[in-house]
DNA sequence: TCGTGCCCTG
DNA sequence: CAGGGCACGA
């Protein structure tokens, strides 16, 4: 289920290894412990530990609150209102740290909306960010009022945490009961169906009953497995956003907040300049990402993008971060998700933007994406009050980027929580960096996989015809890269004199199999097939014949090579279908 | 007509 | 790696 290499590590210094480049939120960064070898109970609290010990060193005394439960409320409007109220009943002495930490926020919202919008909309923007100040005043107390309580009321949360942690795992049990009482049920009916057959059937048809109740009840299996995982994933996910929205500090202010404990706070250029230089080292450093990953996160569908809006960033949506701003009592989103499934769960919430809420005929599929969206447009809406309608979502989906691009000055707790939100088995509806890995890694077996050859081996991703073209278009892709590598070869060859078609070989120290496999796996954590040797040497021996006997006059050369090729391909083994062989 | 794959370009 | 254009086969 560790869906990162483990020799991963943010503060590693970078080596020019591939891994150096993979999205922040795949990054395990400082956690990057080898979770596999948790069990499933133990992780959970091993992490819940790691997260509460962060937040409770890294943030110390003056920002602690935490918010009773009767204060959470899942309604925006009751937020305003609440949190008004709770501005009122505030101590004193909290007003200029949150009157001086809102005028920090709004300064570095600033800077990051005049970088995403025009620079012409500077003055308009000032005027925006002002308003919003004002606005902001009521709504950000939220997270932001006295701790009322005693400091230990901390460690009641997480102990109830765990508890609530402890129930999820209980029904998770009962529900592994249920189904294997399903399931044996099943069987034993496919049994006695059997048992009671009339002699006079065939046997033949006898079996082929029995073998396809056997598919249905393997179905029915891998169904239930799939929901099961699913349902655990984004229970713990719930957990784990709960822990963080209800320990302090939240998103974008965090790095001021822990700022504040500096001297010397005013409104200084450097200190403005300062947050400039956090936020451009995150749309400017290229080293983040060196590969072009627009679609290989998840997009909007078709119908849900807003035309002539461009992404001034790729999405990373994958794996779906949960964003529950409204935290729900957990025995409610227990009892949800076990009555009606993660689809229908929590659909139909407001504050989604009406392009992303429009019903599509799979509105059950994307209404489990707009709850990702709808979060993430929460986030914008605190950050992108004065942009266009149609910008808020799709900016939003570049916050969490920034957030974990700001690594430096963020609190250690913040990136636990947002580690625990990335922390996701469900069955994503995007293609990741993890499956293009795979995909490279799948090419040393097929060079030419059919659809269904994939969807076999990438059970984690929900299959529609946007995702399968992009899948075979990374083949396409890869074959590309590997006949202008064959052939570059085969004319080097060529020149340097190679007479016999069978002087060319290649081996793993070839450079053409360097080549080849810095593309395909660059990190060299894989053992490429000896079949891929063989296959390639045929490729390079067809490349050569085709050229040195001038073959290659023909425009059709390439198609007859490959052609051949592509009956080289061999059965890709089944350890790709799981996600943990990566 | 549609799906697929190659080619070219950015 | 992605997008667009094009050709080809079913």
């Known amino acids: ?87 009122s009943a505030s ?81 998770l049990h009962q529900l592994q009961e249920k189904i294997s009482h399903v399931y044996d049920q099943n069987y034993s009916e496919n049994e006695e169906r059997g048992g009671s057959e009339q002699p006079s059937l065939s046997e033949i048809h006898h079996q082929v009953k029995v ?65 400039e230089e956090v936020a451009k080292s995150h749309f400017e450093s290229p080293e983040h990402q060196t590969e072009a990953l627009s679609l290989v996160v998840r997009k909007p569908s078709p119908t849900q993008l807003i035309p002539g809006v461009k992404r001034p960033y790729p999405l990373h949506q994958s794996p779906f971060q949960f964003g529950y701003n409204a935290p729900l009592h957990d025995s409610q989103i227990l009892e949800h998700l076990l009555k009606y499934g993660p689809h229908s769960a929590f659909s139909g919430l407001p504050c989604l933007p009406a392009s992303l809420e429009r019903s599509t005929p799979d509105s059950m599929e994307h209404s489990w994406e707009s709850v990702a969206m709808r979060s993430k447009g929460h986030l ?70 059919s659809s269904n050859l994939l969807k076999n081996f990438f059970p984690d991703v929900k299959f529609n015809r946007c995702i399968t073209s992009q899948l075979i278009k990374w083949f396409s892709n890869f074959r590309e890269f590997y006949y202008i590598q064959m052939e570059k070869f085969a004319r080097q060859a060529i020149i340097d004199g190679v007479n016999d078609v069978k002087d060319i070989s290649i081996t793993r120290e070839s450079e053409l199999f360097r080549a080849l496999n810095m593309h395909y796996n660059k990190a060299n954590d894989f053992q490429v097939p000896d079949r891929f040797l063989e296959v390639a040497e045929i490729t390079l021996q067809e490349f050569y014949s085709a050229i040195s006997l001038s073959k290659d006059s023909d425009p059709s050369w390439k198609k007859a090579i490959y052609k051949v090729i592509c009956k080289l391909d061999s059965d890709v083994p089944e350890d790709f279908k799981s996600p943990s062989y990566l």
């Open 1 to 87: 289920m560790n869906l990162s290499p483990p020799e991963q590590s943010m503060h590693k210094p970078s080596d020019g290894n591939k891994s150096e480049h993979l999205l922040p939120c795949f990054r395990r960064s400082t956690y990057d412990e080898p979770l596999a070898s948790y069990h499933n109970g133990s992780i959970i609290s091993h992490l819940l530990r790691k997260t509460i010990h962060n937040k409770l060193t890294s943030l110390d005394s003056n920002l602690l609150y935490l918010p009773s439960e009767s204060n959470a409320t899942d309604d925006f409007a009751q937020e305003d209102q609440s949190s008004s109220e709770d501005l």
């Open 91 to 171: 101590a004193d002495v909290e007003r200029p740290m949150s009157e001086h930490l809102q005028a920090k926020r709004a300064r570095v919202e600033n800077i990051i909306r005049g970088m995403a919008g025009s620079q012409g909309e500077a003055e308009r923007d000032c005027e925006a960010a002002r308003s919003r100040r004002d606005k902001r005043k009521q709504r950000l107390p939220l997270h932001q009022e006295p701790d009322v309580r005693p400091k230990t009321s901390k460690d009641e949360e997480c102990h109830k945490l765990k508890e609530q942690l402890q129930s999820m795992q209980r029904l």
């Open 211 to 275: 073998e396809s109740s056997d598919r249905a009840v393997k179905n029915l299996q891998e169904t239930l497995k799939c929901e099961l995982t699913r349902t655990v994933s984004e229970s713990i996910d719930m957990v784990f956003k709960k822990l963080s929205t209800t320990l302090p500090n939240q998103s974008p202010q965090s790095p001021e907040s822990s700022e504040t404990q500096k001297p010397s706070q005013d409104d200084s250029p450097s200190e403005l300049s300062d947050s």
């Open 380 to 449: 914008a809406q605190q950050h992108h009050r004065a942009g266009p309608p149609g910008l808020v979502a799709v900016d939003a989906l570049c916050l969490p980027h920034v957030k974990m691009e700001c690594g430096d000055l963020q609190s250690m707790a913040e990136r636990s929580s947002f580690m625990s939100l990335n922390i996701s088995f469900e069955r994503c509806e995007g293609l990741t960096p993890n499956h293009l890995k795979k995909a490279k890694l799948m090419f040393f077996y097929t060079r030419y996989p």
